[in-house]
């Protein structure tokens, strides 16, 4: 049964993944997401699934590749450089069509950065961070309840189009409390389930089979092309299938604000103090980053002056929010970096600032 | 009549791509005959990364993938954590085991993984042209390294048996040879144990296998196996480095 519970984000999304289906995690310890392997260090055994401390991200990705070729779920997460590590697995995976739910609960970069919150993945997760043509889909909840149901759903999702899965939180999400209805546990997939849904699995050939291969090397061009060609329907099917956003308080606006994650928490704050001092403000939340909404765009007023993309990065998902607006508005950008949090008075003086000369 | 010999039903009916005089396509058959007399084709997940070994997953009857280089082990780590009633091997170079991935044996190594682990060591890269690996002997040319190896500029040669031998969850670690028929039985015998030890859940297996590249060695295949013979045996010497008693 569900029941609501008060939890801390990174527990929640753990518990969201095993609820999910996922009996293996490998992780590699990143602040500020290590309640999550810890969770499952304590957690996964006592539900028949396994749990290893892998020696690097790089392991840690390589080992779900693994585990997520015998058709089981695999629920892996770490934080921005891990991610960063994680890319060469990602590309493989997306190449040689194997589900896998990942996390990032990201925090301020470049290089190694800080452990403060950050957005700043968005061009890392959303343009595909490892080698060629591919696509993984990126969903941005803003609270712990949205993660963990956005977590929950991703599993399904992951297999529906044999393809990662990527959740892009932030540190803000993974380290705070908010009560969350956790949904019922399913059971992990039996061999038998597996054999049926999954032909493609490794579970041994057992001699009933011919054997399966698991491949992302095709030597020979032409067969390469038609094999990326093929993933390219796919990932023209979740551009269709898989756009996720919110748009609120668009008519009217002056101003419409682009989103996501604990961004979009502060922005919505600061909407109410800008509609207190006389100035009608709206706002497109993207939850899918990649396919991003850009149909969302489409509901934007008349009445706005400016579309303003809010970040926490320099600028990065405004690139995906001009070619969204197609040039109806002009695009602002207000952000804040390297793990600092505005608050909604801020954003609200900055658009003022904008207002004045757009 | 009575059948005195028959094909491993463990290979595939198809011509390999290797070079001519090259001992992967001995090996393959080693490993693919043990799996066939302990009757464990079906029940086998193999792994194959990058590097000439990767074709291995081309002509080896059982379930395979790919993977990343050098990643092979974490790759075949995930496999017996998902999967811990089945066979689980990686079938790995030498550029891809003790260079790109030297962590990762290491760790699969030291976490006692149940699977095995054939390691081709041929001193040389050889799918990407005759370039130094770890294991490359001194004064041995390739194409990062024209005038020979020196030590001065790129260490000793590595010894991966004797390294992983000193890790407590590597249980089983034999070293052979592929330069003559009675080499090729002793490494068969191996292969053999390894697999029994996995059987047993013991904890980690390997076999390193010395084995030939004529192509980027730059002999002929009877002159290859003399060159491994004279050269590579007295540096890296065959034997047994360590067994549970349960499978002596």
Known sequence: MSEKVLMKGNEAFAEAAIRGGCRLYFGYPITPQNEIPEYMSRKLHTVGGAFVQAESELAAINMAYGAATTGKHVFISSSSPGIALMQEGLSFLASAQIPLVILNVSRGGPGVGGIQPGQADYRQATKGGGNGDYHIPVMAPATVQEAVDIIYNAVPIADEYRNPVMILADGMLGQMMEPVILPELKEALTIEEIRRAKPWALTGHGDKRERNVVKSLLLKPDELEEHNINNEKKYQRMREELVRYEADKLEGAEVVFVAFGTMSRIVDEAIEELNQAGIRAGMIRPISLWPFPNEAFDKIDKSTKVVISAELSLGQMMEDVKVAVEGRYPVELIYRTGGMVPTPSEIVEKTKKILEVV | ?248
């Not at chain 2, 009757?39 to 086998?44: A, I, K, S």
């Not at chain 2, 760790?107 to 081709?120: K, P």
């Not at chain 2, 009877?222 to 480095?241: C, Q, R, S, T």
């Open chain 2, 1 to 248: 009549m009575d059948t005195v010999f028959e094909y491993t039903r463990g290979m595939l009916p198809v011509n390999t791509t290797y070079c001519p005089g090259c001992t992967h396509g001995i090996a393959h058959r080693l490993v693919m005959e043990v799996l066939d007399e302990e009757n464990l084709l079906g029940e086998t997940i193999g792994v194959a990364p990058i590097g000439c070994s990767i074709l291995s997953h081309n002509y080896m009857n059982v379930d395979m993938c790919e993977s990343a280089h050098g990643r092979a082990p974490a790759v075949a780590t995930g496999i017996r954590r998902a999967m811990p009633d089945k066979t689980v091997f990686t079938y790995q170079g030498d550029g891809d085991l003790a260079s790109i991935g030297a962590g990762e044996i290491v760790h699969a190594a030291h976490r006692g993984e149940n699977f095995t682990t054939i390691f081709i060591n041929n001193a040389i890269y050889g799918m990407t042209g005759g370039q130094m690996a770890p294991t490359t002997l001194i004064g041995q040319k390739a194409t990062t390294a024209v005038e020979g190896r020196k030590k001065e500029v790129s260490g000793m040669p590595l010894r991966i048996s004797e390294m992983l031998a000193t890790i407590d969850g590597a249980v089983f670690v034999e070293r052979v040879a592929l330069n003559s028929p009675a080499n090729v039985r002793k490494a068969k015998r191996a292969i053999k144990k390894a697999f029994l030890v996995q059987q047993k859940r013991l904890g980690f297996s390997i076999v390193e296998i010395l084995s030939t590249c004529p192509t980027n060695w730059g002999l002929t295949p009877v002159d290859a196996l003399e060159w491994l013979k004279d050269n590579m045996i007295p540096y890296y010497p065959l034997g047994n480095f360590k067994c549970p008693e349960e499978v002596k």
